[in-house]
């Protein structure tokens, strides 16, 4: 079965502090997808990033990296000098090959920015 | 312009009444999905499509059907809603190149029943 799970419901910081989420996964294919996205107050989902299970390298965008660990079966998602415009939740999520590409997503984090 | 849109944006009905929450896109993507968000359970899949004759059932689809009229319109009916459907409805797309592939979302349409 496919799960991922995002143990911090919620993280509180002040800006300009940096701040990690968490996202573990699981899955018994071999060839898998991972993924970001984030929802700000308006609503929208935001695409962020997508990763393939074969490349592990870690991945830099600006503020934001990511952080593929296939031994720990984690894609953590770190900002650096958080932003109050940084505040929104942020899911990540799972495509595995041999499940139709469907998506599967975690159950969140609400990110709050503190000025 | 966005590339996916869906109509209405805010919708409020009542119990037993029929609604039909629509999708289009621009993108040019075989491939769309409805979802279904919920407070702390992030979003389920309902239904979803893989071009025009293709549709199938996701986690969640009791209480609800589609229609994919063209390779750009897939909508979502509630055949008669009932209160525990209220929830933040999206429609995503992707390119039908395989598992994987990004998928786009809409802005939503937020729904309430009474």
């Known amino acids: 079965a496919q799960k991922v799970t995002q143990a911090q419901t919620e993280i509180s910081v002040v800006e300009k502090e940096d701040v990690t989420l968490d996202c573990v996964y699981e899955t018994r294919d071999t060839t898998y997808y991972l993924f970001w996205y984030k929802q700000p107050p308006s609503g929208e989902l935001v695409f962020l990033i997508r990763r393939n299970s074969f490349d592990e390298q870690n991945e830099i965008s600006g503020r934001y990296s990511w952080n593929f660990q296939k031994s720990t079966s984690s894609f953590n998602f770190t900002i650096t000098a958080s932003q109050v415009v940084d505040s929104a939740v942020y899911f990540c999520?799972?495509?595995?090959?041999?499940?139709?590409?469907?998506?599967?997503f975690g159950q969140g984090t609400e990110l709050s920015v503190k000025p | 312009d966005a590339d996916v849109t869906q109509t209405p944006r805010n919708r409020i009905t009542k119990t037993g009444k029929r609604i039909m929450l629509e999708c289009s896109q621009t993108k040019g993507h075989d491939r769309m999905y409805w979802y279904r968000q919920d407070p702390g359970l992030g979003l389920q899949l309902i239904y979803y499509s893989f071009d025009v004759k293709d549709i199938n059932k996701g986690e969640i689809s009791d209480g609800y059907s589609v229609s994919r009229q063209a390779q750009a319109k897939f909508s979502l009916s509630l055949e008669s809603a009932i209160p525990n459907q209220t929830a933040l409805y999206f429609c995503?797309?992707?390119?039908?190149?395989?598992?994987?592939?990004?998928?786009?979302f809409g802005p939503g349409t937020r729904l309430l029943v009474l």
């Open positions: 999520a799972l495509s595995a090959v041999n499940q139709g590409g469907k998506l599967i």
């Open positions: 995503a797309t992707s390119a039908g190149t395989g598992a994987g592939e990004t998928q786009y």
